[in-house]
């Protein structure tokens, strides 16, 4: 355990940020579970709407670092891609 002043601020800063960081994940999974959803139905005017607020969403949180950029870039093309298939 922390023994310092300054180690035992940190601990508490990083369950902080462990708690923000799991809910941008949590919100980031969830959007794209939904899009996936809306492929699946094949509704191309649905997701097509929603593009723009899922690109948002994983753009916020490459941005923190959550997920790596190009993660966010990779799952964003190979969404695309699938809704324009439909």
Do not use: C
Not at 30 to 42: F, P, Q
């Amino acid at each position: 355990m922390a023994n310092t002043k300054s180690a035992i601020k940190r601990v508490r800063r990083i369950s902080r940020q462990t708690a923000v960081n799991r809910s941008r994940k949590s919100k980031f999974r969830s959007a794209v579970k939904k899009m996936n959803v809306l492929i699946e139905k094949k509704d191309k005017k649905e997701a097509l709407a929603f593009l723009p607020k899922l690109n948002s969403e994983l753009m916020k949180i490459s941005k923190t670092g959550v997920i790596k950029k190009q993660n966010a870039s990779r799952n964003i093309s190979r969404i695309t891609k699938k809704i324009y298939s439909l």
